[in-house]
């Protein structure tokens, strides 16, 4: 192991960071799985750890925060090594880039510009953005997101650029609106075949309009849906353990049974 490696417990942030550095470098030319690494196979996998970055933030749970950080600064790392080694960029290239953009799109910190309120912020970042060469204020979304992330960023930008509800009692409305619109699809004669293609698309425009009032009363809808599901996987294994201790099967059961154990996970 080369000598430059700092000790166990590096003691400041730049020491701390020439160590995984370091440790990486060795990695990379000792390690047989560390070795045959690209850019693509690390790919999946970092997606793996920003989510489970995402579920200790969730929980609050400090210590696995901490950890997934460190393991998403690892793959941050990696890449830059990779880059690196086919002479594209390093990973002080990658610091500085970013340093450099961060100065550029707050210039009410480090420029002229006054911005004294966070909508302001907003607004000239989407306008530095497109004097960048952004062909559009909603081409910083990237593709590959989650719908329910998308929805959510697609609406922040619109609402950088001023394109936006007055009052959220009006986006209320719009939400009414849209259920009644998707209601409408299947109230329909019994000989009528419904149109799933249209109920889809009109259950799309409901739950953008739902997406669009929890920002308003600032609930952030990725977050509360992933609660509500850790909330039902948490009472549905209750209701599991339940059965099990009294020697049912949960396909054995009748609804009114479960519902029995599924009421007391609910008073837990």
Same mark, same amino acid.
């Given at each position: ?100 953009? *961060? &100065?550029?799109?707050?210039?009410? =910190? ?7 309120? %966070?909508? +302001?912020? $907003? ?86 309009? *739902? &997406?669009?009032?929890?920002?308003? =009363? ?7 849906? %992933?609660? +509500?599901? $850790? ?38």
């Amino acid at each position: 192991m080369p000598n430059n490696i700092p000790p166990v417990t590096a003691p400041d942030p730049a020491s701390a960071f020439l160590r995984l550095l370091n440790v990486l470098d060795t990695l990379r030319t000792q390690c047989p799985w560390d070795k045959k690494q690209t850019m693509e196979t690390l790919r999946h996998l970092t997606i793996e750890e920003t989510y489970e970055l995402s579920d200790a933030i969730l929980e609050g749970d400090q210590q696995e925060i901490k950890k997934e950080l460190g393991d998403v600064m690892m793959h941050l790392v990696f890449y830059a090594r990779i880059a690196a080694e086919n002479k594209e960029f390093d990973i002080v290239d990658v610091l500085n880039g970013v340093c450099d953009k *961060l &100065i550029h799109r707050h210039p009410h =910190i480090y420029g002229d510009i006054v911005a004294e309120d %966070e909508a +302001t912020v $907003k607004r000239n970042w989407e306008k530095i953005k497109l004097k960048e060469g952004n062909k559009s204020v909603l081409g910083g979304v990237p593709a590959g997101l989650p719908s329910l992330v998308k929805a959510s960023r697609i609406q922040e930008k619109a609402r950088g650029v001023g394109f936006d509800w007055e009052d959220k009692t009006q986006v209320w409305e719009k939400v009414e609106e849209e259920l009644q619109e998707f209601k409408n699809e299947f109230n329909v004669a019994d000989n009528t075949a419904i149109d799933h293609d249209k109920a889809e698309s009109e259950f799309g425009d409901l739950l953008f309009s *739902l &997406i669009n009032y929890a920002r308003f =009363i600032n609930i952030n809808p990725e977050n509360a849906l %992933e609660k +509500t599901n $850790k909330k039902f996987i948490k009472r549905f294994q209750y209701l599991e353990e339940k059965a099990k201790e009294n020697g049912k099967a949960l396909q054995d059961m009748t609804l009114a049974e479960m519902d029995i154990y599924w009421n007391e996970a609910k008073t837990r």
